[in-house]
């Protein structure tokens, strides 16, 4: 059984940054993060490949949000932050090597990290 737990959640203004951190407790291949707004259902932010080779983003985020992995752990830099933005953050683990897109593809989950950007 794998845990992961996210940290590096807060507030923040619109235009500022995070870093969103993801730690493993065991084994993992690809990796990502969704986000959930209230009233709205999760949905994929960014996803990165066992090996780190192969990422791929939203397109509500993409040029603005970096994934990347060392080992077990899992990075989520977010810049030029914007109020839709705001949501639970989640970080989520899977047994394929690949990107996966949906969240059904994952099996592990983290309890999630609140981020709120303000305008």
């Known amino acids: 059984q794998v845990q992961l737990v996210e940290s590096g959640g807060g507030l923040v203004q619109a235009g500022g940054s995070l870093r969103l951190s993801c730690v493993a407790s065991g084994r993992t291949f690809g990796m990502g993060w969704f986000r959930q707004a209230p009233g709205k259902e999760r949905e994929f932010v960014a996803g990165?490949?066992?090996?780190?080779?192969s990422t791929d983003y939203a397109d509500s985020v993409k040029g603005r949000f970096t994934i990347s992995r060392d080992n077990a752990e899992a990075y989520l830099q977010m810049n030029s932050l914007k109020p839709e933005d705001t949501a639970l953050y989640y970080c989520a683990a899977r047994a394929g090597l690949r990107v996966g897109y949906s969240q059904y593809e994952y099996d592990y989950w983290g309890q999630g990290t609140q981020v709120t950007v303000s305008s």
């Open positions: 990165i490949s066992w090996s780190g080779g």
